[in-house]
């Protein structure tokens, strides 16, 4: 009898030490794709930001290694679920979110309760910034590693892969995000441009018809140097510039010629400040900017900053 | 007389550009992915000539940070996100990287990742810590592993023994569980590679 006894305990206390053990030894553990965020939601590194529905914001968490959902009043997250890695471009459908997983160098497809469905074919070196067109039903998917964009419905299918214009202005040097707008069917490139040269050629934003033939440019020679995330309503392209802290108005004049419009924001931490700006999403009913600013962890909002003259 | 004073103030601007270029300590873009463009614009360009460490730490994740062009991303160190109880801080760019240049550690070699903000007297890299004044630092091998020497590692825990622990990681904590800079510790991964669990790009935190 005591020597049963005694082997139980030392089974016991050996299943103890082996899972202790296996604790102790667990490498740097991450989550499960899909996997609920537990604890207190707080924005850590936001990076790209997309619109869900109305009320509602979605945006990759680069310090989280998560997507999150936002309210759109208040700007703090009802939810996030993770990603296995570094999340960056996103981009929503009604049914479906897009998520380019820096680490996997994946595309991932999840339902819009953030489970996970699978993954469009392909792997993508870097895949910075995603955007969706619901009229074609495409999905546009910028790789800032292979400087290429790729074009495939929302099924996964290819549709063409843009490398950007082989001639002068629409030559991708180092292309960072990229937006579209669907009402003119075109691309818009954000794109350093030549670091390791002075910047010659300098930091533009590229523009492009979906078929990628090369439309136009705006330079950055005089004016910006780190463009990153876009976004275009109407006549109206906002870019924000990660040095700068600001976002940067233009407008379309014609097809080919664009104007200057102003800014949003300024350099810091505090309100109406931005510090590593990556992104903006413009509100079509409201015209209120929403801005992830990086460094200072949190989504800066400009109410009705899409209505600057 | 004027003849004799040409050549001797020509040879004064000389020697006086080469001492500013050859000086250890000058601003001198040495990998080619950092050139002088890179951070500071002449006539007009975007963007201030980087007058203070906010500013520079926001130009250098524009390429380091989410969404850069490089490959080698990284994050300033810091706890700003709530798991762990340990104190606020916060480590900017430049309170450990020159990034002019790469530097001389006292220990005859030099540092690898441009790890060394400051300089001393002799030109030997070093940090000015929070807790522990301003301290030599050593940085020239990534640790076993990445398949190089422990020595001169993130924390060597003075394996060389020169009686200063002096690795990029030790030479500045006090009050972490282990490597501190005023103890040897062989207990935690000693002249292993850190950033294995602790990366940069997660602000060293694991």
Redesign the interface.
């Known amino acids: 009898m005591q020597d049963r006894t005694t082997k139980h305990l030392r089974s016991a206390a050996l299943a103890i030490v082996l899972v202790g053990v296996a604790f102790v030894l667990a490498p740097c553990r991450e989550r499960n794709s899909g996997e609920s965020v537990p604890g207190s939601l707080v924005l850590d590194s936001p990076v790209r930001i997309t619109a869900r529905g109305t009320a509602s914001l979605l945006v990759t968490d680069y310090g989280l290694n998560s997507a999150c959902e936002l309210d759109r009043v208040s700007l703090v997250p009802t939810s996030c679920f993770a990603i296995a890695g570094k999340p960056l471009g996103i981009a929503a459908t009604a049914d479906r979110i897009f998520v380019g997983n820096e680490t996997l160098h994946t595309i991932e497809v999840y339902d819009r309760n953030g489970v996970k469905l699978s993954d469009m074919p392909g792997t993508f070196s870097i895949p910075t910034s995603l955007a969706v067109d619901d009229a074609t039903g495409l999905l546009f998917i910028l790789d800032s590693g292979t400087r290429t964009i790729t074009v495939l419905t929302y099924a996964g299918d290819p549709v063409r892969t843009i490398t950007g214009d082989a001639a002068g202005n629409g030559m991708f040097v180092n292309p960072v995000a990229l937006a579209v707008d669907p009402v003119r069917q075109e691309i818009l490139v954000s794109d350093y441009g030549n670091v390791n040269s002075s910047f010659s050629p300098p930091a533009r934003i590229r523009i492009y018809t979906y078929a990628g033939v090369f439309v136009t440019a705006i330079s950055g020679s005089s004016g910006f140097s780190r463009p990153q995330g876009l976004c275009v309503t109407g006549d109206r392209i906002f870019v924000t510039d990660g040095w700068l802290g600001q976002v940067l108005l233009f407008t379309r004049l014609s097809s080919t010629q664009t104007a200057s419009a102003g800014t949003l924001g300024s350099y810091g931490d505090g309100p109406g400040q931005l510090k590593l700006p990556l992104d903006v999403l413009v509100d079509p009913s409201s015209k209120d900017v929403y801005v992830t600013s990086n460094s200072a962890g949190r989504i800066e909002r400009f109410e009705k900053g899409g209505l600057i003259p | 007389m004027k003849r004799a004073l040409l050549p001797a103030m020509t040879l004064v601007v000389i020697s006086g550009l080469a001492l500013v270029l050859l000086r250890p300590s000058a601003a001198w873009p040495l990998i ?2 950092h ?1 002088c ?2 951070c500071h ?1 002449l006539h ?4 201030a000539a980087l007058t203070n460490n ?2 520079a ?3 250098c ?3 380091h ?5 490089s ?1 080698m ?1 990284a ?2 160190h810091s706890n ?4 762990t109880s340990f104190p606020a801080f916060r480590v900017t760019c430049r309170q450990c990287h020159d990034p002019h240049d790469n530097v001389a550690s006292w220990t005859t070699g030099t540092n690898i990742k441009l790890v060394g903000a400051v300089t001393s007297s002799r030109g030997y890299a070093q940090i000015v810590t929070t807790n522990s004044g301003t301290r030599y630092v050593v940085f020239q091998s990534r640790g076993t592993g990445t398949g190089q020497p422990s020595l001169h590692s993130f924390a060597d825990s003075d394996q060389d023994g020169n009686g200063y622990y002096d690795g990029v990681c030790e030479t500045c904590h006090t009050q972490t569980k282990y490597h501190l800079n005023n103890a040897p510790d062989t207990k935690h991964h000693t002249g292993d590679t850190c950033t ?2 602790h990366a940069h ?3 060293f935190m ?1």
């Not at chain 2, 007009?44 to 963007?47: E, F, L, V």
């Not at chain 2, 940070?65 to 062009?69: D, E, F, L, Q, S």
């Not at chain 2, 700003?80 to 798991?83: A, C, I, Q, V």
């Open positions: 080619a992915s050139q463009s890179y614009n007009g360009a975007a963007g906010p500013q730490e926001s130009l994740l524009t390429c940070g989410p969404g850069g062009i490959v991303k994050n300033v700003k996100t709530p798991k294995s669990c790009v997660d602000r694991k």
